[in-house]
């Protein structure tokens, strides 16, 4: 297949170094244009990274008719108003997770999408590395047993007050930030949702942004907990107990696309370690999405699994402000 033309909304060295450096020898995407809020900017970018095109504005960018689909890393407050003129272009979207600042903005946004008849997906790569493929086999096939909790945490050290992820007008804080994983892991694992979430949420004086903020939700036969953080030492684990042993994925987001993923599984009688093959998660994921605009089907992860991530995300937020437990939905 010709490869899907992508243009890249921002700057970002993090997503930049992630998505487009390895992209580079994909058959399926071409990374075509990339977009700053000044030329100079995209120029160096571009430059840098090997883009062909360097435009001075997001809006060029969007109304380049070469371009097939969109890459939003930008800022969660900018998702909604860039998600609505990349479907007006006609171009599919990619966009950084969290899709939106709350529920009611993805609703939007995949209505939206849908009208426009645009492919939406929000870009949770984990979904995709072979380690998560993996783990949702081994459970869905009974290998730990029945599914009792799953328990995340996941934390960095990030006090730059200039840095999006500290601010609270630009969807900022632990909970935006990594909690959309500790909450999408359950979710995927067990396949359905929550009923009800607690949380508490421990704010930065300064910035306003949560910065430690933990969480319980209730799947009815199972329960789900995470502690997230902005000031701690970085760290990452997700630990799957089942009836009949537990699992524990090492590295379950950003793990290094050239080692190899370790899940370990403890049973009564030992322990088992399986070992997944060194992959990129974002040129899967990319790659996927690729696949499914030049068939003309759905996204490979439906844009109703961002609107119910984030309807929990909401839940929580308001658990934490009630001090109490929450519906979700």
């Not at 694992?189 to 930065?204: H, M, N």
């Not at 690729?290 to 984030?310: C, E, F, I, K, L």
Request: net charge neutral.
């Amino acid at each position: 297949m010709n490869p899907v033309k992508f243009g890249i909304l921002g700057v970002s060295g993090h997503f930049i170094r992630r998505v487009v450096l390895p992209l580079r020898d994909s058959a399926k995407v071409s990374i075509a244009a990339i977009a700053s809020r000044t030329r100079e900017k995209a120029a160096d970018a571009a430059g840098r990274f090997g883009i062909p095109v360097a435009y001075g504005s997001y809006q060029e960018l969007v109304d380049d008719k070469k371009i097939e689909a969109v890459y939003i890393p930008l800022p969660n407050n900018l998702h909604l108003e860039w998600i609505k003129k990349c479907a007006d272009a006609g171009k599919h979207i990619l966009c950084e997770k969290p899709i939106a600042m709350n529920a009611e903005e993805a609703v939007l946004a995949a209505d939206y999408a849908a009208k426009k008849q645009v492919l939406l997906m929000e870009a949770f790569m984990y979904k995709f590395h072979p380690q998560w493929v993996h783990v949702k086999e081994l459970v869905d096939t009974g290998e730990i047993g029945q599914v009792h909790s799953v328990h995340t945490h996941f934390s960095y050290n990030n006090t730059d007050p200039a840095n999006i992820r500290n601010k609270t007008e630009t969807g900022g804080g632990a909970l935006m930030d990594i909690g959309c994983y500790a909450v999408s892991f359950p979710r995927f694992i067990l396949g359905r949702e929550p009923s009800r979430v607690t949380a508490l949420l421990s704010r930065d004086e300064a910035f306003g942004t949560d910065v430690l903020s933990s969480a319980i939700l209730d799947f009815g036969s199972a329960r789900a907990t995470f502690t997230v953080a902005t000031r701690s030492f970085p760290y990452q684990r997700c630990v799957i107990n089942g009836s009949q042993g537990w699992m524990e994925i090492k590295i379950p987001c950003n793990i290094y696309s050239d080692v190899s993923a370790e899940v370990t599984i403890t049973y009564g009688v030992g322990m088992r370690t399986y070992l997944t093959p060194p992959a990129n998660q974002y040129v899967i994921q990319f790659e996927a999405f690729a696949d499914a605009v030049r068939a003309g089907v759905p996204a490979p992860v439906s844009v109703q699994d961002a609107v119910a991530n984030m309807k929990v995300i909401d839940a929580l937020v308001k658990a934490a402000a009630e001090n109490n437990w929450v519906k979700v939905g």
